[in-house]
């Protein structure tokens, strides 16, 4: 069997790259937060374990060795940069003597490497486009429904208030344009004005099914948080911001 490892957190093109040519991909968990879990399974349903760093981070290279041995691998295919055992003491020369070894060079976009750090810089910093396009899928979150404060559907435009089931590594505030369970949407993120509390809401363009879990897809940033005083300019801006998505949409 051939196996591939690493944190695959966002399995992001790069990581792909690896798995794809590998029967089964080994996941050392380390804080994940772009594919954090069973999210990985999406993406590529052959997943083979997962081991927290936090439990092995003490094995020394061959301790860590003799693990990978239990799993029966005889390939492994790594990228350029991987260590493994503390201090990360462990390197491919070393794996070398125990199995067939595939080397993988970095795969880079504009000469950019696509790695999960980077990635979670440009959610951090709204360029979810760009984001997605390193991710070569668009960034989602999912979460379930809360009660919000009932002002949306009175007095703005009603939205779903969602809290993540995960520790999903959130976008800068401000308003995306997004897709929530399939439909075309709009999401804010960020301290509301009205309450001063932080919330994630959407609000659904089109009909949609009702349901206590959703899954969130940025597609585009586009606009900042504003403060507003005033409910009436908020809702106005609301109003451009729908008039916005509904045109990208159009296109897209
Ligand atoms: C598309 C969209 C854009 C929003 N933009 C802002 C904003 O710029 N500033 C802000 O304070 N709240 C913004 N909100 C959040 C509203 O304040 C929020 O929907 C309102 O407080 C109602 O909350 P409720 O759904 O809990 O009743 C936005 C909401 C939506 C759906
Ligand atoms: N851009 C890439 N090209 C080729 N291989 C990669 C690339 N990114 C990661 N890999 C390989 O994929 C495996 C998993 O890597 P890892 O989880 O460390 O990814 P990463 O995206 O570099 O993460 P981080 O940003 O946290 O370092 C490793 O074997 C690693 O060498």
Known sequence: ??????????????????????????????????????????????????????????????????????????????????????????????????????????????????????IRTLIKNGEIKKANKFLGHIYKIKGIKIKGQGLGSKELFPTINITPFKNYFLPKAGVYITKTNGYQSITFIGTRSTDKNFSIETHILEDFEDNSFFEIEFLEFLRENIYFRNLNQLKNQIAVDIIKATNFFRNY
């Not at 094995?59 to 295919?77: D, M, V, W």
């Not at 795969?107 to 980077?118: D, E």
């Open 1 to 118: 069997m051939t196996i591939t490892i690493g944190g695959f957190d966002g399995m992001h093109i790069g990581h792909m790259k690896l798995i794809r040519k590998a029967d089964a991909y080994l996941v050392i968990e380390k804080n994940s937060n772009l594919t954090p879990g069973f999210d990985r399974i999406y993406y590529s349903p052959t997943l083979l374990d997962i081991l927290y760093l936090e439990k092995i981070k003490n094995l020394s290279a061959i301790e860590f060795i003799e693990i990978l041995k239990k799993y029966n691998a005889q390939k492994i295919i790594v990228g350029d940069d991987f260590r493994f055992g503390k201090n990360r003491s462990g390197d491919i020369e070393l794996l070398k003597k125990f199995f067939e070894v595939e080397v993988i060079h970095e795969i880079k976009i504009n000469n950019i490497g696509i790695h999960s750090h980077y």
